[in-house]
């Protein structure tokens, strides 16, 4: 399934929940949204209804009420976008090459040692 990246409010309601310990209900998220900007609370709950819906957000009944989570964490998220994007650029490799030429050395250095885990753990 192909992960599109998030609109601008959906990003912003997706960092808050990131940030968060455990689930949030709209109201919650509406009061760290609205330290920044001014939002109605059925556009946060409208927002987050429709990352249900994408496979974003979870959610649980509790009390009277909806808690939203994320469904995967930013890194799975990010993880997920880059496999998108490698699965639609046709010559993969040159994708890589050009990618791993604009990083600095210690973003060459972080790459190289998640590559070796992910071999340890494949052959583990």
Do not use: I
Not at 20 to 36: C, F, M, Q, S, W
Not at 48 to 72: D, F, H, I
């Amino acid at each position: 399934m192909a992960v599109r990246p998030f609109g601008e409010l959906e990003a912003a309601v997706m960092e808050v929940l990131w940030r968060r310990e455990g689930p949030a209900t709209v109201r919650e998220v509406l009061e760290e949204l609205n330290t920044t900007r001014s939002l109605a609370y059925t556009t946060v709950m409208t927002v987050c209804s429709n990352l249900v819906g994408k496979g974003a957000l979870q959610r649980e009944m509790a009390g009277r009420g909806w808690r939203y989570s994320p469904t995967r964490t930013r890194a799975e998220h990010s993880a997920a976008l880059l496999r998108d994007v490698l699965g639609a650029a046709g010559d993969r490799d040159e994708v890589l090459m050009h990618f791993v030429a604009d990083l600095d050395p210690d973003a060459v250095a972080s790459l190289h040692s998640a590559v070796e885990a992910a071999r340890r753990a494949k052959n583990a």
